[in-house]
């Protein structure tokens, strides 16, 4: 009697994080050839786009500052306009940075290596747009000192118990313990860099930045220390940051806004929307100077795998605020619930659903997340979906309050249109630059990971 083998339960191998075939040179050659090389390229159309929209921002913004915030459509019922969302819906964007380096990094995740990089630089440019927005809506931004705690001869101070204060001190805190991770990480690469450049010029620039750096063993055994250390004070920012963002609304008694649910919500879909955002940049990057080799179809699946678990936290918490309303017996808040669904603004409402809840439902399929170009518009479409609940969110609940005397129709202009374009000019235009002058892949990481790798298959 013959017996027919049993063969093991097998799982497919995962796809590697870095494609096999690259050595220690190969990696250091790729990366910084695109730094070092004479010359611009095809880089220059992209960038020259990102310029033309950075002189739209300037022109909207000198004309704001002749003319005022009455250029904007915001008006009586609704003071806060396309300023107020755009400002969270930037700072949103810049949490996944700050998850994909610090938290991964501490969790010792390797995938994270061969995108931390501009995803921290994509934190710093969306931090500075996100920045600007509260200086532009303060009407008279050469007064925005008053927020700082500076020993005044008028006994004045700001206001500690608001969170516009809050915004303040945490935003800057972000942006400094975020530029301090940037930076650190960059030294070995910029060593690399200054050592393997052919002109003078570039070597002494690159060599200020590298800031001495040798390579010794006392030098990383420092950097390792600072490296987490600040790893370990950028991760609590990340939700620390956008809770403080949430409290401007939650603090308020408008209907809508009201709610405890926004710190844990409002995160949620930072990080939702930051990854969405890492995909745009990852995505064209990999395809643009032929990285597939080190952003690899398992980071993207990754990133997609991470993006529908914030999702789903996200859909939970719209389901939340309609059974918040609901079971809160509160007029007030039915009527705005009713009113976001049903009323002027439903449109809005109903396309934050299908992009934020049901599109990314795609996500579960493998195919989906294994397909370049779905994922690239799935991405895109998250980022709409973000912005536009940020537009739900804010309008929505100040356009009709509790006095029907003072309803009203927030309606955006050309100049909230222009500011909006501009800002995202502004955001590529830094990022190109960044692209072009600083290694947009982390050099060192990269050979460590290839010879972590090298030193398992020995094994």
């Known amino acids: 009697m013959t017996t027919r083998p049993t063969q093991p339960a097998s799982v497919p191998d995962e796809a590697p994080i870095l494609a096999p075939g690259y050595t220690l040179d190969s990696i250091t050659g790729r990366i910084s050839e695109i730094v070092l090389r004479p010359g611009v390229g095809r880089w220059i159309?992209?960038?020259?786009?990102?310029?033309?929209?950075?002189?739209?921002?300037l022109y909207a913004l000198a004309n704001l500052l002749v003319r005022g915030i009455g250029i904007w459509g915001v008006n009586i019922p609704v003071g806060w306009g396309f300023?107020?969302?755009?400002?969270?819906?930037?700072?949103?964007?810049?949490?996944?940075?700050?998850?994909?380096?610090a938290f991964l990094l501490l969790m010792r995740q390797e995938w994270r290596t061969s995108i931390n990089r501009f995803a921290e630089a994509m934190t710093l440019f969306a931090v500075a747009c996100a920045g600007l927005y509260p200086l532009m809506h303060l009407g008279r931004p050469e007064y925005v000192y008053w927020m700082i705690p500076y020993p005044a001869n008028t006994g004045l101070w700001p206001q500690f118990r608001s969170p516009l204060v809050w915004d303040f001190f945490a935003i800057t805190s972000y942006g400094l313990v975020s530029f301090l991770f940037w930076f650190v990480g960059l030294l070995p690469d910029l060593a690399t860099l200054r050592d393997r450049?052919?002109?003078?010029?570039?070597?002494?620039?690159?060599?200020?930045?590298?800031?001495?750096?040798?390579?010794?063993?006392?030098?990383?055994?420092?950097?390792?220390?600072?490296?987490?250390?600040?790893?370990?004070?950028a991760?609590?920012?990340?939700?620390?940051?956008?809770?403080?963002?949430?409290?401007?609304?939650?603090?308020?008694i408008i209907p809508g806004w009201h709610s405890t649910i926004f710190p844990p919500y409002f995160v949620a879909g930072a990080i939702f929307s930051g990854m969405a955002m890492v995909l745009t940049i990852a995505i064209p990057l990999r395809a643009g100077y032929g990285w597939q080799g080190f952003i690899t179809q398992r980071h993207l699946?990754?990133?997609?795998?991470v993006m529908l678990a914030s999702g789903l936290v996200v859909a939970y918490g719209y389901m939340?605020?309609?059974?918040?309303?609901w079971y809160s017996g509160n007029l007030y808040e039915m009527h705005t619930a009713v009113d976001r669904a049903l009323g002027y603004y439903a449109p809005t409402f109903w396309l934050m659903m299908v992009c934020n809840v049901l599109l990314p439902q795609a996500l579960w399929f493998k195919r989906i997340r294994n397909n370049t170009l779905l994922l690239f518009i799935l991405a895109l479409l998250i980022n709409l979906g973000m912005w536009t609940e940020r537009f739900v969110i804010v309008v929505t609940s100040l356009h009709n309050d509790f006095l029907p005397s003072a309803w009203g129709i927030y309606l955006p202009t050309s100049w909230d249109i222009a500011t909006l374009f501009g800002t995202i000019g502004l955001?590529?235009?830094?990022?190109?630059?960044?692209?072009?002058?600083?290694?947009?892949?982390?050099i060192f990481e990269m050979r460590k990971l290839l010879t972590d790798t090298q030193k398992e298959h020995s094994a």
């Open 197 to 233: 450049a052919k002109r003078r010029w570039v070597k002494v620039i690159y060599g200020i930045l590298a800031m001495g750096w040798r390579g010794s063993a006392r030098h990383w055994f420092r950097y390792q220390k600072v490296y987490f250390l600040l790893a370990a004070l």
């Open 45 to 57: 159309i992209g960038f020259g786009i990102a310029f033309a929209l950075v002189m739209l921002f």
């Open 83 to 101: 300023d107020i969302v755009n400002f969270v819906w930037w700072i949103g964007i810049g949490h996944a940075g700050t998850l994909i380096s």
């Open 235 to 252: 991760t609590p920012l990340v939700v620390s940051v956008h809770s403080i963002v949430s409290l401007d609304f939650a603090s308020g």
């Open 301 to 305: 699946d990754n990133m997609a795998k």
């Open 427 to 442: 955001f590529a235009a830094m990022l190109f630059v960044f692209i072009r002058l600083l290694p947009a892949i982390s």
């Open 320 to 325: 939340m605020e309609l059974f918040n309303a």
